[in-house]
């Protein structure tokens, strides 16, 4: 069964470094989005993207965030340079498309800056 | 602005039993979906079951069922006869039908874990 990927599964940074979050959505799929869990919190919705370009962000979603679609398969969450608040869990998700309400979750990136 | 409540932060039932895990949601709009996903440990969230808010009739999938108390803004999910794969991390979700973005908006989760 198709499902979507996301590497590392766990990534450690130093903080102020620049971290890239790599998912593989569904090949059908339309949207994507990017979600974040900072522990013991809720997961928080961060970005939607169509049409390689940003549908909806967050106040979370600031400037030191980036989204990507660099090759027709991948989908990436950079974050320019990281701070200890952006230790948290990273979902990826995708959805066939808009009328489609649901969403397929990857396994998740814990990010962890030091 | 939405926001999705699950009060339960864990809970545990025995194999064969059934447990009720309890979503309350504010919203001012008419059109919306509401949606139980379920994370086992150390894997993706999957989707549980899905409500249409137009619909009165509670959805069903299997064991799975949701009592969708519209005007109270409540939105359980029954687990019937649990099985120990039902232990997960259970996450109610609202999505606005009428915004056009899609995005969920996620309770803080309930650990339901089931005992043999």
Not at chain 1, 33 to 43: A, D, P, T
Not at chain 2, 13 to 42: G, I, R
Not at chain 2, 52 to 63: C, G, H, L, M, V
Request: aromatic residues 14%; proline residues 3%; hydrophobic residues 35%.
């Amino acid at each position: 069964e198709p499902e979507v990927t996301q590497t590392p599964s766990h990534q450690v940074t130093q903080m102020g470094q620049e971290v890239i979050l790599r998912c593989v959505p569904i090949s059908n799929h339309l949207y994507f989005y990017w979600y974040r869990q900072i522990l013991g919190q809720k997961v928080e919705f961060l970005v939607s993207f169509y049409n390689n370009e940003i549908s909806e962000k967050s106040e979370i979603f600031d400037d030191q965030f980036s989204v990507e679609r660099p090759d027709g398969s991948n989908f990436t969450l950079k974050i320019r340079s990281t701070k200890l608040e952006d230790s948290a869990m990273y979902f990826c998700a995708s959805s066939v498309n808009r009328l489609n309400t649901e969403a397929f979750f990857g396994q998740g990136t814990r990010l962890t800056v030091v | 602005a939405q926001t999705v409540t699950q009060s339960q932060p864990e809970m545990s039932v025995q194999e064969a039993e059934t447990v009720t895990l309890s979503c309350t949601y504010d919203t001012s709009e008419n059109n919306y979906y509401l949606f139980w996903y379920k994370q086992p440990p150390s894997r993706q969230m999957i989707l549980v079951i899905r409500q249409e808010a137009y619909k009165q009739q509670n959805a069903t999938e299997n064991r799975f069922s949701v009592n969708f108390q519209k005007a109270a803004k409540s939105f359980s999910l029954k687990i019937s006869d649990s099985q120990l794969g039902d232990t997960a991390m259970y996450f109610c979700a609202f999505m606005n039908g009428a915004s056009g973005t899609y995005k969920y908006i996620f309770g803080t989760g309930t650990r339901l874990k089931v005992l043999a």
